[in-house]
């Protein structure tokens, strides 16, 4: 094995994608549309990759949404500085959650994104 790539299943593909790009940097590496409609995606920020896929499935999507953090699979970003991130995710209106100082000497923080998938965010502690 020399990669792990996770796919998301989305309602909207589109509106995923923009999500991502928009709000976390990545750029779209390749994409397919069906009908003009956009149905899947690759996308990338550095040597971070991941998948969009677009599925009609409702009610997974809203199990995520009510979901408590760290119920289920969480998608982690290791970052170097949380705080600043933290700050440029509120302003953009994505409603980050508190940062928590871990034991184990990281920041961290979590968000969802439009399908209700968690996002993690750590960074070491600066001393």
Same mark, same amino acid.
Not at 62 to 76: F, I, K, M, P
Not at 83 to 89: P, T, V, Y
């Given at each position: 094995?020399?990669?792990?790539?996770?796919?998301l299943?989305?309602?909207?593909?589109?509106?995923?994608?923009?999500?991502?790009?928009?709000? +976390?940097? @990545?750029?779209?590496?390749?994409?397919?549309?069906?009908?003009?409609? !956009?149905?899947?995606?690759?996308?990338?920020? /550095? $040597?971070?990759?991941?998948?969009i896929?677009?599925s009609?499935?409702?009610?997974?999507?809203?199990?995520?949404?009510?979901?408590n953090?760290?119920?289920?699979?969480? +998608?982690y @970003?290791?970052?170097?500085?949380?705080?600043?991130?933290?700050?440029? !995710?509120?302003?953009?209106?994505?409603?980050? /959650? $508190?940062?928590?100082?871990q034991?184990?000497?990281?920041?961290?923080?979590?968000l969802r994104?439009?399908?209700?998938?968690?996002l993690?965010f750590?960074?070491?502690?600066k001393?």
């Amino acid at each position: 094995m020399k990669a792990l790539t996770p796919l998301l299943n989305v309602q909207d593909a589109a509106r995923s994608v923009s999500f991502y790009c928009e709000k +976390l940097g @990545f750029g779209i590496d390749n994409s397919f549309e069906d009908n003009g409609k !956009l149905v899947w995606a690759k996308i990338s920020r /550095g $040597p971070i990759q991941m998948m969009i896929n677009a599925s009609c499935e409702r009610a997974a999507r809203e199990v995520r949404v009510g979901a408590n953090t760290y119920h289920d699979v969480v +998608l982690y @970003f290791s970052v170097e500085d949380g705080h600043s991130l933290h700050r440029e !995710l509120s302003g953009s209106g994505c409603g980050p /959650g $508190p940062i928590e100082r871990q034991d184990y000497g990281l920041d961290e923080f979590t968000l969802r994104d439009p399908d209700g998938y968690e996002l993690g965010f750590g960074s070491p502690v600066k001393r």
